[in-house]
């Protein structure tokens, strides 16, 4: 998996590619641990996400629980596996997806 | 033969509602016999009263189920559905405390539980919490013939206060870890159970170098997000410890392949924490960290009933404590007329659900445990936590249950090489056999493991076994009446996403949701189907699950 971070202002951009899982979200835990202090927006970006396994919705509840004390959090360009993902674990209504 | 001790304790809790709604409607004031409570009260469940809990709750009535003071609600474990409140009173919690207080040394020790925000009060002036938390949250309050005083003073804990009795809802697992890896003497654990001290080791498994530079710094880092008031009043009772830090980094470089406790904390000596029954799976993971660090299962309790103490490191036996609470049994195999037995009556080797009428206003209610009576001897009662009665099924009458589940998922360990770290069951009624679905540990490389093994062996290995352990499933296999067993393997940590989904949506404490065994309602269903383990089962066996979403047993008998 490979992530491309962009800072601007407060807000913060994180494209994800590739597969999330249980040997990657420890990664994805990690980058979004170190950058998001101040951080009052923080965009998820899917559109080269392929997979996402139940470690690495972990990680995404934890970055969901941290934005809602500092600001908001939004995900974007959802392929159609992963929305069927969020749609059955119940993910759609705690996250915000665009 | 009921002894006196039950009888006085039955009669001092009718004598204390007499005047109580229930006291009236089943005429508490004359009933002077067990005999005649059994024949007047009938068996009771959580839906008796749901409605009159409304009532105290959101209208504010008083003295309906009990006259004597609420201490809060507890928050039941429930897996699905509306959360069960439990109410509790002051007389009913002393007795959890008086548990604690015992488990106090005084040296320094690691509690894994807290007491949830008091966000609000409902109209009767009640707060809700869960037993534990309330144990903690007595504050200054003297309760029985102790106090939160009393217990602080004996002993020293590793959490700062603020992460005992919380103000806001908060992922404590890192905070309470820091505290702890600062204190080389650290003599004890005590956690609900042992789900959470398995959760502990394994976040520090992947967070050890976060921890280890706070340590080292003393900077709390931004990876915890608390309020900033809160932030600044544990960072300002945190201290930096160069020295220390270097300490746990060369230890946990050496890896978490040996038991790893002992080496952070070399006076540790026991760690206290209910293991047996749904929680087996965790004990036998937990030995992995902790090593020959005396595990003691400690309570059994639930938030209705603290109802057996079992203090020797490594038993799964209890003794039963009648002291505080009334207990009748009704067999699980038997005439099914729900004849209740007492302590007295009951049977080595026997089977029993458990039946309370206990001090906050729950008269002869199911529990829906089941214990298995290993002897009776002085009247004392030792027994095992067997399962959860409603985790439990039937296609015809083999009654298959979470005990027996587990005990076909680690013959299948021992015999593969595999960990499983967790587990639940299925019942296709499409197909007339059960799906037991396993989740292999994070380590060890399972996954890679497994691909590399004929899974239709392994069902085969299983269903066997099951037929082994339930001979009544064994004979219907015979029969043709149930089809062969399989077996699914899930993705590492799906157990612990449907715990954080739960306790997110219901900003609850981590204790108080039980691990889901029986898939037994859609919600459920959708949700393990999904986390199938696409790597290790081909499209065609995933198919099979994910096109039941809407074919769920409850919904196809509509």
Redesign the interface.
């Known amino acids: 998996m490979t992530i491309e971070k962009k800072l601007n202002g407060t807000e913060l951009e994180m494209a994800l590619a590739g597969r999330m899982d249980t040997s990657t979200a420890p990664q994805f835990e990690t980058e979004l641990k170190n950058n998001i202090s101040g951080v009052e927006k923080l965009i998820l970006d899917f559109a080269n996400l392929e997979y996402i396994s139940s470690a690495g919705l972990r990680v995404i509840l934890t970055a969901q629980k941290i934005m809602n004390k500092q600001g908001e959090m939004v995900i974007r360009n959802v392929n159609e596996v992963i929305s069927e993902v969020f749609e059955i674990t119940g993910f759609i209504d705690i996250l915000t997806v665009e | 033969m009921i002894t006196n001790q039950v009888n006085e304790k039955l009669l001092q809790i009718l004598k204390d509602n007499m005047n109580s709604d229930c006291g009236q409607k089943w005429h508490f004031e004359s009933l002077k016999t067990v005999e005649a409570f059994r024949d007047t009260v009938p068996l009771t469940g959580y839906d008796d009263y749901a409605p009159l809990i409304e009532l105290t709750t959101r209208i504010g009535e008083k003295d309906i189920f009990t006259e004597l003071p609420l201490a809060g609600y507890a928050l039941t474990s429930g897996t699905t559905g509306v959360p069960k409140l439990i109410p509790c009173t002051q007389k009913h919690l002393a007795q959890y405390v008086e548990a604690f207080d015992r488990m106090s040394i005084k040296g320094s020790t690691l509690i894994l539980f807290e007491s949830m925000p008091r966000t609000f009060k409902y109209a009767d002036q009640a707060e809700l919490d869960a037993i534990s938390g309330m144990v903690l949250a007595q504050g200054q309050k003297k309760i029985s013939d102790v106090s939160y005083k009393r217990i602080i003073a004996k002993g020293t804990y590793t959490s700062p206060i603020e992460l005992l009795i919380t103000k806001e809802v908060m992922?404590s697992v890192h905070l309470r870890l820091l505290f702890a890896l600062a204190d080389k003497k650290l003599e004890q654990i005590i956690a609900p159970f042992t789900w959470g001290v398995v959760e502990l080791f394994e976040y520090l498994e992947?967070h050890w170098e976060?921890l280890v530079e706070e340590i080292a710094t003393g900077k709390i880092?931004?990876?915890v997000?608390?309020?900033p008031e809160l932030a600044s009043k544990i960072e300002a009772k945190f201290t930096k410890n160069p020295k220390r830090a270097e300490e746990l980094k060369a230890i946990f470089e050496e890896g978490f392949e040996q038991p790893i406790a002992r080496k952070i904390w070399p006076k540790l000596t026991r760690v206290i924490a209910a293991g047996t029954g749904s929680f087996a799976i965790y004990t036998e993971k937990l030995s992995r960290y902790i090593g020959d660090v005396a595990h003691i299962n400690g309570l059994y309790a639930a938030s209705e009933a603290l109802l057996g103490v079992c203090n020797d490191a490594g038993s799964d036996v209890y003794t039963l404590d009648e002291e505080n609470v009334f207990c009748e049994f009704i067999p699980v195999e038997g005439d099914n007329s729900d004849r209740a037995l007492l302590a007295g009556e009951l049977e080595a080797g026997k089977e029993y659900n458990v039946i309370i009428t206990n001090n906050s206003g729950f008269y002869r209610y199911r529990l829906g445990d089941v214990i298995r009576v290993l002897d009776v001897k002085n009247g004392k009662v030792r027994f095992t936590y067997e399962y959860r009665a409603d985790q439990t099924h039937s296609f015809v009458n083999e009654k298959i249950n979470e005990k027996e589940i587990l005990t076909v998922v680690q013959k299948m360990e021992d015999m593969y090489g595999l960990v499983i770290n967790d587990y639940c069951y299925w019942a296709d009624y499409e197909n007339d056999s059960y799906t037991i679905f396993m989740e292999p540990a994070?380590y060890g490389n399972m996954?890679q493991k497994i691909a590399n093994m004929d899974i239709n062996e392994i069902e085969k290995y299983c269903d066997e076994q099951l037929a082994k352990i339930n001979t009544k499933y064994g004979q219907l296999r015979k029969e043709g009446k149930l089809s062969a067993c399989k077996v699914m393997f899930?993705?590492?940590?799906?157990h612990?996403?449907y715990r954080?989904?739960l306790r997110?949506?219901r900003k609850t404490a981590q204790d108080q949701i039980k691990p889901v065994r029986f898939l037994d309602n859609p919600v459920k269903e959708?949700?393990f189907f999904?986390?199938i383990d696409r790597g290790l089962h081909t499209s065609e066996q995933v198919k099979y699950y994910t096109d039941r979403?809407s074919k769920s047993k409850k919904e196809r008998t509509l």
């Open positions: 992922d992947y976060a880092s931004d990876n997000k608390v309020s994070h996954e899930l993705q590492p940590q799906t612990l996403l954080d989904v997110y949506r959708k949700f999904s986390m979403f």
